[in-house]
């Protein structure tokens, strides 16, 4: 999920503090090929990664109360 919908920055090639932001496109795509200093958004892409791990382990410690409650 999160390779399919990675998030995309452009880097000015003469000043890396200017950054625009570009849509999220899939990690193999070549979408942004003719933009130069396009590029996934590394930033993001690790808070998105988290987000999702914090999210997963959750349910996960969530599914297991819930069965450790009601045996089968």
Do not use: K
């Amino acid at each position: 999920m999160l390779c399919r919908f990675a998030p995309w920055q452009q880097v000015h090639p003469s000043n890396h503090v200017l950054v625009a932001t570009l849509t999220r496109a899939p990690l193999w795509s070549h979408i942004y090929d003719g933009i130069p200093g396009a590029r996934v958004d590394a930033v993001e892409f690790i808070v998105e990664t988290s987000a999702l791990l914090f999210i997963c382990v959750l349910l996960m410690s969530f599914y297991s109360s819930v069965s450790a409650r009601h045996p089968r």
